[in-house]
């Protein structure tokens, strides 16, 4: 590791502008603090109004950066293996949104697995792209999808050449990559780029049990999440570029397009003195993160009626590898939902789950966690057991995640529609949606606009409202009614 990962030229730079005690006539109004309300100011400490600045000369512009955002996006491009790293303030979505915007062109055709975060989807509209999706592996006990598979890519990619590019999601939500490395071998034969949603793989290039990051695997882009997992500030985030296909100029200026021009130089800070923490302690404290995960798990799995999978993931063929840090619960003999179990989990315990779903609860064990915290989770973990445990009761069968849909329109075409009306969910069947229906978290759109409405879909849109879970999306703000195009 090199002395230079040690410093920290923005954060640097930040702090030798607040010791000269400037007199601010710009904004934030704020002007150091003063003119906030005094009991925020007394929790956050007045001393992050110090620096809470915007691109006055001597801090650099993150829109044309020249000094210091430069020296420090250089020093994160070095730590993640990159040609170049952009600095997100706008969290990861932006840098998604970017990665796309930059390749695609209005009719291009991009490959994607179907269970894309919805600012893939944002993309898509943004750039009039042509969605190529691939449905992910879904896990018959779980209930959850996974990722695609090798075959998947190379039989999408025989019967679509004229692709402009490829989007992975390494890992997705629960923690499952693909052979990202296979499939960057396979999409260099048909010279496209490999764009990655690395939003929770902010890690990977720290250790050797962790999955290989997607640069270092060759991808071409990749947003990735330090906010998620990597311990910085949330909405702080990177888009990371190997210059091999890609034009470092191009991507920068959509990233212009894309991101406000009142920059957060707190954000932007955390970012600096975070991969400066990961360059200097990262691969000892994700050390500690994972004998700490791998702890939990075995504990969990003694827990009657939970049970939280890792090598059994294996048996699917889209999953390449797992990130052991996340551990996905599932409630296998329990007479309550996910969604129900995260709840009680809050109201007994205390405990905030990373998301909850109809079957299952994901808790991230990360670099911020320690015994006592594992601790406080087995403990309610286990009372949670003791209260819904039911040894004799036969599994409720739910309803599993409906197909690949039809894709009758572009999602940008679909979105713009003129011929548009609402009809309740159960009427809207074999219509095509104009809008997208997401429960977030994961994120995951159901329906996308442009696709066509199944049976499926809606009794799988009721079955999460019924559970509780935050379905959103469409226009109705109660999703009792969807738009579609008539
Ligand atoms: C797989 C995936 N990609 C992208 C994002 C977007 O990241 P952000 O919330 O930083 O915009 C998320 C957020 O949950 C995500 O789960």
Same mark, same amino acid.
């Given at each position: 590791?090199?002395?230079?990962?040690?410093?920290?030229?923005?954060?640097?730079?930040?702090?030798?502008?607040?010791?000269?005690?400037?007199?601010?006539?710009? %904004?934030?109004?704020?002007?150091?603090?003063?003119?906030?309300?005094?009991?925020?100011?007394?929790?956050?400490?007045?001393?992050?109004?110090?620096?809470?600045?915007?691109?006055?000369?001597?801090?650099?512009?993150?829109?044309?950066?020249?000094?210091?955002?430069?020296?420090?996006?250089?020093?994160?491009?070095?730590?993640?293996?990159?040609?170049?790293?952009?600095?997100?303030?706008?969290?990861?979505?932006?840098?998604?949104?970017?990665?796309?915007?930059?390749?695609?062109?209005?009719?291009?055709?991009?490959?994607?697995?179907?269970?894309?975060?919805?600012?893939?989807?944002?993309?898509?509209?943004?750039? =009039?792209?042509?969605?190529?999706?691939?449905?992910?592996?879904?896990?018959?006990?779980?209930?959850?999808?996974?990722?695609?598979?090798?075959?998947?890519?190379?039989?999408?990619?025989?019967?679509?050449?004229?692709?402009?590019?490829?989007?992975?999601?390494?890992?997705?939500?629960?923690?499952?990559?693909?052979?990202?490395?296979?499939?960057?071998?396979?999409?260099?034969?048909?010279?496209?780029?490999?764009?990655? =949603?690395?939003?929770?793989?902010?890690?990977?290039?720290?250790?050797?049990?962790?999955?290989?990051?997607?640069?270092?695997?060759?991808?071409?882009?990749?947003?990735?999440?330090?906010?998620?997992?990597?311990?910085?500030? &949330?909405?702080?985030?990177?888009?990371?570029?190997?210059?091999?296909?890609?034009?470092?100029?191009?991507?920068?200026?959509?990233?212009?397009?894309?991101?406000?021009?009142?920059?957060?130089?707190?954000?932007?800070?955390?970012?600096?003195?975070?991969?400066?923490?990961?360059?200097?302690?990262?691969?000892?404290?994700?050390?500690?993160?994972?004998?700490?995960?791998?702890?939990?798990?075995?504990?969990?799995?003694? %827990?009657?009626?939970? $049970?939280?999978?890792?090598?059994?993931?294996?048996? $699917?063929?889209?999953?390449?590898?797992?990130?052991?840090?996340?551990?996905?619960?599932?409630?296998?003999?329990?007479?309550?939902?996910?969604?129900?179990?995260? %709840?009680?989990?809050?109201?007994?315990?205390?405990?905030?789950?990373?998301?909850? =779903?109809?079957?299952?609860?994901?808790?991230?064990?990360? #670099?911020?966690?320690?015994?006592?915290?594992?601790?406080?989770?087995?403990?309610?973990?286990?009372?949670?057991?003791?209260?819904?445990?039911?040894?004799?009761?036969?599994?409720?069968?739910? %309803?599993?995640?409906?197909?690949?849909?039809?894709?009758?329109?572009?999602?940008?075409?679909?979105? $713009?529609?003129?011929?548009?009306?609402?009809?309740?969910?159960?009427?809207? #069947?074999?219509?095509?949606?104009?809008?997208?229906?997401?429960?977030?978290?994961?994120? #995951?759109?159901?329906?996308?606009?442009?696709?066509?409405?199944?049976?499926?879909?809606?009794?799988?849109?009721?079955?999460?409202?019924?559970?509780?879970?935050?379905?959103?999306?469409?226009?109705?703000?109660?999703?009792? &009614?969807?738009?579609?195009?008539?």
């Amino acid at each position: 590791m090199s002395n230079q990962q040690a410093n920290t030229p923005l954060f640097t730079t930040l702090l030798n502008h607040a010791k000269k005690q400037p007199v601010p006539f710009h %904004i934030p109004g704020h002007k150091k603090g003063k003119g906030v309300d005094p009991e925020f100011r007394a929790f956050i400490g007045s001393a992050a109004f110090q620096i809470d600045l915007i691109n006055i000369s001597p801090l650099d512009d993150l829109h044309h950066p020249q000094a210091t955002i430069q020296e420090a996006q250089e020093l994160a491009a070095h730590l993640f293996h990159a040609d170049h790293t952009f600095f997100s303030v706008q969290g990861t979505s932006t840098a998604i949104m970017t990665m796309i915007l930059s390749i695609c062109k209005p009719g291009d055709k991009i490959i994607v697995p179907r269970n894309i975060h919805k600012s893939v989807l944002s993309a898509l509209i943004l750039a =009039d792209a042509i969605p190529i999706f691939i449905q992910a592996e879904i896990d018959k006990e779980l209930l959850i999808s996974h990722n695609i598979t090798t075959e998947q890519v190379e039989q999408t990619l025989k019967q679509h050449p004229d692709a402009k590019a490829i989007l992975l999601i390494h890992p997705t939500y629960y923690g499952v990559v693909c052979n990202i490395v296979e499939v960057v071998k396979m999409a260099q034969q048909y010279h496209i780029p490999v764009l990655v =949603d690395e939003a929770h793989g902010a890690l990977f290039s720290f250790h050797k049990d962790l999955p290989i990051s997607a640069m270092e695997a060759g991808a071409d882009l990749a947003a990735t999440s330090l906010h998620k997992l990597g311990g910085s500030l &949330t909405q702080s985030s990177l888009l990371n570029l190997k210059q091999t296909r890609v034009n470092p100029q191009h991507v920068q200026s959509i990233f212009n397009m894309m991101t406000t021009t009142s920059t957060s130089y707190l954000l932007l800070a955390s970012l600096d003195t975070q991969r400066r923490y990961l360059a200097l302690y990262g691969r000892q404290s994700i050390d500690q993160t994972l004998q700490l995960a791998k702890y939990a798990r075995d504990e969990i799995n003694q %827990i009657p009626g939970l $049970y939280c999978p890792d090598e059994q993931l294996y048996e $699917y063929h889209s999953v390449h590898q797992v990130d052991p840090t996340k551990l996905i619960i599932h409630l296998e003999q329990m007479e309550i939902t996910g969604h129900e179990a995260e %709840i009680w989990l809050r109201q007994k315990h205390r405990i905030e789950v990373e998301l909850s =779903d109809l079957h299952n609860i994901l808790c991230i064990i990360s #670099i911020g966690d320690d015994q006592e915290s594992i601790n406080q989770l087995l403990f309610a973990l286990r009372d949670l057991s003791s209260h819904f445990y039911q040894q004799s009761q036969n599994r409720v069968q739910h %309803i599993t995640i409906p197909d690949l849909p039809e894709l009758v329109m572009s999602p940008r075409e679909a979105f $713009y529609h003129t011929q548009v009306r609402s009809l309740p969910l159960e009427q809207s #069947i074999h219509y095509v949606s104009a809008e997208s229906i997401t429960i977030y978290p994961p994120g #995951i759109p159901i329906l996308l606009p442009g696709e066509r409405i199944t049976r499926e879909h809606i009794l799988y849109i009721k079955e999460n409202l019924e559970a509780g879970l935050p379905v959103q999306g469409t226009l109705d703000p109660e999703v009792t &009614t969807i738009r579609v195009i008539y």
